[in-house]
T-cell receptor
Framework: DSGVTQTPKHLITATGQRVTLRCSPR?????VYWYQQSLDQGLQFLIQ???????AKGNILERFSAQQFPDLHSELNLSSLELGDSALYFC??????????????FGPGTRLTVL | EDKVVQSPLSLVVHEGDTVTLNCSYE??????LLWYKQEKKAPTFLFML????IEKKSGRLSSILDKKELFSILNITATQTGDSAVYLC????????FGKGTRLHILP
């Protein structure tokens, strides 16, 4: 158990819908990262937040957005869902003080299925 | 374009064998390289490498980075069935780029 929690564990929804994935980082960690993992694309970095501020952006679609709240939990919002958005979404956190050089601790993931 | 390439894509060996997994990269502003093990759940951290030529070791696993030739290797000696997993390499510059992984299967 990494100490990073994600909810829900599984999510099944229809095309065109909107969902929110939630992540709570490890106690004391200020950075939160979101990843998408699909069979054909591997693990893709989406976005990073540090202490409430967006720090780095990867391959995140415009239909997706994220935020980190004052209590440091983060939410990833996916809208106008398409079949291709079906994937495992991971959240990871890392300790403060030079996030570029710190390891990341991954949560258990949320499996999203879009029908 | 920044990229991380892992090889081989898949590897099947017998228990007790030694394996070497490769990771090469091209990124704009290298900061660190990380190795992860992923079984049927979330990736778990193995190593972080920032300096060339310094071997990191943990039990039967070891890794080294060559920043001149832009690659890293992960060695696993005396493999066990519990080593069966996907091994992921990631490089941090201004963002994080993962390779597609090497799927390792250890036969008893």
């Amino acid at each position: 158990d990494s100490g990073v929690t994600q909810t829900p564990k599984h999510l099944i929804t229809a095309t065109g819908q909107r969902v929110t994935l939630r992540c709570s980082p490890r106690s004391g960690d200020l950075s939160v990262y979101w990843y998408q993992q699909s069979l054909d694309q591997g693990l893709q970095f989406l976005i990073q937040y540090y202490n409430g501020e967006e720090r780095a952006k990867g391959n995140i679609l415009e239909r997706f957005s994220a935020q980190q709240f004052p209590d440091l939990h983060s939410e990833l919002n996916l809208s106008s869902l398409e079949l291709g958005d079906s994937a495992l979404y991971f959240c990871a956190s890392s300790p403060p003080g030079g996030a570029a050089y710190n390891e990341q601790f991954f949560g258990p993931g949320t499996r999203l299925t879009v029908l | 374009e920044d990229k991380v390439v892992q090889s081989p894509l898949s590897l099947v060996v017998h228990e007790g064998d030694t394996v070497t997994l490769n990771c090469s990269y091209e990124v704009t502003n290298f900061r660190s390289l990380l190795w992860y093990k992923q079984e049927k759940k979330a990736p778990t951290f193995l190593f972080m490498l920032t300096s060339s030529g310094i071997e990191k070791k943990s039990g039967r696993l070891s890794s080294i980075l060559d920043k001149k030739e832009l690659f890293s290797i992960l060695n696993i000696t005396a493999t066990q069935t519990g080593d069966s997993a996907v091994y992921l390499c990631a490089v941090k510059d201004d963002k994080i780029i993962f390779g597609k992984g090497t799927r390792l299967h250890i036969l008893p």
